[in-house]
């Protein structure tokens, strides 16, 4: 098994709402991607949305189970028949101060299968951490199962933010997973 | 061409209480380290799992972080902080020697754009272990980290609570991004 790079995306500016992968290449058996970065804008911390749409699918056809721990909470749940791919509140902003940093390691397998009727599913391990008092009760950490209920090959990438911008330099990198 | 490659591996064998890596090539993207880690200590199930960077001294930077984690066969525990004189992130809870001298924890940590100088760092981490005769022995844990200043991660260093040495086997891998 080896990692080969699809692409790698560094925001520049501050009007970038997605980070827009197409045209990814139908060669591998898998897909894995890093993500790091956040919101740019003072929305509080807790309530900026971030999404995954695949293929431009805007249809009722995503879920997600989520299960972290925020503060000294931890929150479980689940959601159908969303329009994105969705974890509200994670990445954190700009709110009081620059400090919040999040990361996100996501991997899909399968991503070409077009016969497994369940469409596909994305392992995602997430995580916002601030280091100064104000931002620390909205620190975040913890897992994120999300699923495109669509038989088609994953082609199309878009992540982010649907009402904020990116803060430049968040990046994104994918990678395929081949079986050789 | 590959773009995930072996930077490092090793073996700590109880003669140290930390996993020092230094020097930490800057050519990749990101960093991802994996680990079977046990800190030798007879006094609890697992102890504190934790992680600093670049040789931070104390009060030299503040750090954060959330985990959420099961251990010693008890509910949920969440927790977060953030700090200042005191360096390091928790990211959740690895094997002690308590019930059993070989158990260890297997354990892996991300670290997204470690050499990039423009964003502030933060880093992901899961640990988990088990025993196959005492449930309450095995613990799970997911966490993040963060320090600071946008400074390349060019040092990390890996302990258990401090207490006592470790023993790990590990690997560093870097993700290439061009």
New interface residues.
């Given amino acids: 098994m ?4 699809i692409s ?1 995306t560094t925001v520049s500016g501050t009007t970038t709402n997605y980070i827009d992968i197409q045209s990814i290449p139908q060669t591998y058996q898998d897909l894995c991607f ?4 956040r919101a740019n804008g003072t929305t509080a911390r807790n309530s900026v949305d971030f999404y995954l749409r695949f293929n431009n699918d805007s249809t009722t056809e995503y879920g997600n189970v989520l ?8 929150y479980a749940g689940f959601s159908t028949s969303g329009t994105q791919m969705a974890w509200s509140g994670w990445p954190g902003s700009a709110s009081y101060s ?8 996501g991997y899909i397998p399968g991503y070409r299968n077009t016969t497994n009727y369940q469409g596909h599913h994305v392992y995602m ?9 104000e ?3 909205d ?5 994120w199962l999300g699923q495109w209920h669509v038989e088609q090959a994953i082609n199309r990438i878009e992540i982010g933010f649907p009402y904020e911008t990116y ?5 994104f ?1 994918l ?1 395929g997973v081949k079986n050789s | 061409m590959a773009s995930l490659e072996i930077i490092a591996e090793g073996n700590v064998d109880n003669d140290s209480t930390s996993l020092s890596l230094t020097g930490i090539d800057q050519s990749y993207e990101h960093l991802s380290i994996d680990l079977n880690f046990q800190e030798n200590q007879t006094n609890y199930r697992s102890e504190e799992f934790r992680v600093s960077v670049n040789g931070d001294g104390l009060s030299s930077y503040y750090y954060g972080g959330t985990h959420m984690s099961l251990k010693n066969g008890n509910a949920w525990l969440i927790q977060s902080f953030h700090q200042s004189g005191y360096p390091v992130a928790i990211m959740g809870f690895a094997a002690g020697a308590y019930q059993n001298s070989a158990q260890r924890s297997a354990c892996r940590l991300f670290f997204p754009g470690y050499s990039n100088t423009n964003f502030e760092k933060s880093w992901l981490g899961r640990t988990n272990s088990q025993n196959y005769t005492a449930g309450d022995s095995d613990s799970l844990a997911f966490s993040v980290g963060s320090r600071t200043g946008t400074s390349a991660i060019t040092a990390i260093a890996i302990r258990g609570s401090g207490g006592s040495n470790i023993a790990c086997n590990y690997t560093m891998y870097g993700w290439k991004s061009a």
Avoid: D, I, V
């Avoid at chain 1, 080896?2 to 790079?5: G, P």
């Avoid at chain 1, 299960?67 to 931890?74: F, V």
């Avoid at chain 1, 803060?167 to 990046?171: F, H, I, L, R, Y």
């Fill in positions: 080896s990692y080969e790079l790698h890093w993500w790091a970065g299960q972290y721990g925020k503060g000294a909470t931890r620059n400090n919040q940093a999040a990361s996100l390691f391990q997430a995580g916002s951490s601030a280091t100064a008092s931002g620390s009760s620190s975040r950490a913890g897992m803060a430049p330099n968040s990046t990198t990678y």
